[in-house]
């Protein structure tokens, strides 16, 4: 049993190590090769004085503010996000790049460009999409794959990240877990921030470790009474969440009626939480939970992506071009499932159980596969 245990520890950290970290190489040249994707970020990572890195794994207690133009080059896989090797000359047609980087002495300068974003859309769809990276993920990493995320998805709208202190080390996740409290008042910051930019909508968009603090947010603003900020939440989506059930719960009882759609991205072979599982001393986490029965009082749709899992499978719905098909129609999915039966057939590819409130697809890839073909 501890040789197991063992084992999958020796995976996990062999996985992350196996590629290059993210960092933000500026290149000003990668937009007239690559699609420039913008990115507004806030961030709560403080910077350091000793190595000189600006947003650092240090904890700020005031809000910072900044926008990353991101170049997406074009010879690349769908979901895949190709970091530039060090000591060597970066390739704007093959690597994620940096076209501009701003950071804004205050709030103000943050919002005044997010509003002129923002009003690029029609009055009623003014919308944001706020990313909340996970465990093990430093400032380029979670500010790149929104970019990715966002432009496989062909999604309009603002994007926004917000960047908590993560040690972006595989074995600091007591830090992680601790930073992801500390960064609660930081994310409702950045979450009012956003309104007064103008949005209208926020759709909330968490992997892992940051799906816990993403809920321990809205737990805290439905405790504080927001319930004005608490409306423009369009919907929640959590991929792979690093969250103990009987936690999850309580804190969905807490918030109330929970944002819809409520999504939670599910795998069965996600070998990430099956080691934090057994480092908190559980069966499972709300990400690889095997039976819907245990959040079924709870109005969310649990999409199971078993079937597409590789490698540690722990970044399913981002990684896998199909299941980006599938995270495109998610909006459909709400319509369906707020409608009458009959609307869900043939809506997603897969096997559809209902059970009181919640709902449980368990996907087939190869219908996903057939579904993305023009």
């Not at 909340?132 to 929104?146: D, M, S, T, V």
């Not at 909508?201 to 900020?229: C, D, F, P, W, Y």
């Not at 009082?297 to 098909?325: E, Q, R, Y």
Request: glycine letters at 8%; hydrophobic letters at 45%.
């Amino acid at each position: 049993m501890m040789t197991r245990f063992v084992t999958t520890i020796l995976i996990v950290i062999a996985t992350a190590g196996c590629e290059p970290r993210g960092e933000v190489v500026l290149d000003p040249t990668a937009g007239r090769v690559g699609t420039v994707e913008t990115i507004f970020v806030g961030t709560t990572r403080g910077a350091d004085a000793e190595t000189g890195v600006e947003f650092s794994k240090t904890r700020s207690q005031t809000a910072r503010f900044a926008r990353l133009d991101v170049s997406i080059p074009p010879d690349r896989e769908l979901g895949n996000i190709s970091w530039p090797r060090p000591n060597r000359q970066p390739d704007a047609k093959s690597e994620f790049l940096a076209v501009n980087e701003v950071i804004y002495p205050g709030a103000a300068g943050f919002r005044a460009d997010l509003a002129r974003t923002l009003a690029n859309e029609a009055r009623g769809a003014r919308e944001a999409v706020i990313y909340i990276h996970g465990f093990n993920n430093n400032f380029a990493e979670g500010a790149y794959r929104i970019a990715q995320l966002g432009h496989d998805l062909g999604a309009k709208g603002a994007f926004v990240h917000y960047s908590w202190p993560s040690r972006a080390h595989p074995l600091a996740y007591a830090y992680d877990r601790d930073s992801a409290l500390f960064a609660r008042d930081g994310l409702e910051e950045l979450l009012s921030q956003v309104e007064a930019a103008g949005a209208e909508r926020m759709l909330l968009v968490a992997h892992s470790m940051g799906a816990a603090l993403t809920m321990e947010t809205l737990r805290q603003m439905a405790i504080a009474k927001n319930h004005a900020l608490l409306s423009k939440i369009s919907g929640v989506v959590l991929i792979s969440p690093d969250i103990d059930v009987d936690v999850f719960r309580a804190q969905a009882r807490r918030v109330g009626n929970l944002p819809q759609p409520f999504i939670i991205f599910t795998s069965k072979k996600d070998r990430a939480l099956a080691l934090s599982a057994r480092l908190t001393g559980q069966h499972d986490r709300l990400g690889n939970v095997t039976d819907i029965e245990e959040i079924a009082d709870l109005k969310v749709t649990m999409l199971d992506t078993t079937a597409f899992s590789t490698g540690v499978g722990h970044f399913n719905a981002g990684n896998s071009p199909a299941l980006l098909i599938i995270l495109g129609k998610l909006s459909e999915v709400d319509d369906a499932f707020t409608g009458d039966q009959t609307g869900r057939t043939g809506l997603l590819p897969g096997a559809v159980l209902t059970l009181q409130n919640a709902t449980q697809i368990v996907l087939s890839p190869v219908a996903a596969i057939s579904s993305a073909q023009p």
